[in-house]
């Protein structure tokens, strides 16, 4: 897998009819920038809400996957999703103008052609990897299905289906690398068991848009002409017959195992609600939607608690080691200069984050009035030295950073938890909010002084050419 994040080159739509509402729906795939993730908007409401595509936006498992956010609803994304997934697209802004995905013939396989037209492009952000780091499992015990995550260097999935039935039996699927998406999985069609089909016709709100060419329908015992015709006429069909591997019409298997594989390929789509790639192996006993997504859930939170912690702790440093810019480097990117250079190195930019230091020493000249008796330094000075690490970040790329300069539009939530004094080695933390646009920069701040958070602020500025 590319270790670096990937958008569309241009816009591209399709359209199709929604599974469930029977409705007809377009829907548009367009570029967006590193760090956007996945994100719908429907655009057939006012306001075009957007809804992130993330687990906790989940409100619905039935039959699909159904995403939610201020009262809009998208639902039937996970085949979608798994397109993108499965061609390794880190950032596109979906548009639809309707609640509902198109169905298409229950697959991946057109978005995953319309994907391709549209072209793959490589951004410079590095991908943002989740690295499954101790087991985690999911069951649902009534339904006997499970998910399984364990530590692995590269991503891959494993899983099996076991409906009890002669005329489905025990299938397995692989997938070991994402590049086999495209022929080994993104063809295979959603199915359903006969018995299931009819009472779906009987719920007003599903399958309105179902038909043979878009479900492989599975008949566990024989079935009466009568009962045929009545099925076909719902579906709109002259008639249908069940074949010798008991499927309810004509259709050819695209694979062998294709319910197992279309099963695989539900859980990539699904997981795309974790909001991160993972490398990690995955096991899965009779998937389902309910299944993965609360897997998805239960991953999504582990993330973002670890996140959480990690960013309350100071970044490591080898103090044995050269920094990245030292004093002198330093004044090559930021046009300040003392008493008002505020950082004195800088050892870590990795991606969309920045490490820097300041040594505070009795000599400060703002010491001589704050205050003379209890040295403490100003904490409007820790936010300026805090901006001076991040302007590091923004510029250290840019030719010519002396000819740039930067101003403070906002800051915000700042917090000072504890005095910086002289003989402290105060260290900055910053990273990114969002990629820089059009020459705003938004960051969240904290600085350490030891193991100990002294100050935080989100920051934002604009970063202009003189």
Known sequence: MSDKQKTIKKTVSIQGVGLHTGKDVTIKFKAA?????YKFVRTDLEGQPVIEALAENVVDTTRGTMLE????????????????VGLEI???????????????DGSSRFYVEKILEAGIEEQNAPRNYYCINEAVEYRVEDKDSEIVAIPDDKFSISSIIDYDTKVLNVQHAQLNNLSEFKEGFSRARTFVFLHELEQLFMQEHLIRGGNLNNAIVFVEDKVNQKELDNIADKLGRDSVDVTEDGILNNLELEYPNEPARHKLLDILGDLALIGRPIKGKLLAKRPGHKTNVEFAAKLRKKILKEESRKSKQAPYIDWSKPPLYDINQIKNILPHRPPFLLIDRVYDIDGDQVVGMKNVTMNEAFFAGHFPDEPVMPGVLQIEAMAQAGGILALHQVEEPQEYSTYFLKIDKVRFRKKVEPGDTLVFKLKLVSPIRRGLCHMEGKAFVGDTIVTEADLLAQITKE
């Open 69 to 84: 956010k201020n009262n809009a609803r998208v639902g039937t994304i996970e085949h979608t999703l798994a397109a993108l």
């Open 90 to 104: 880190d950032n596109v802004l979906i548009e639809i103008d309707g609640p509902e995905a198109p169905i298409m």
């Open 33 to 37: 920038p590193e760090g956007y993730g």
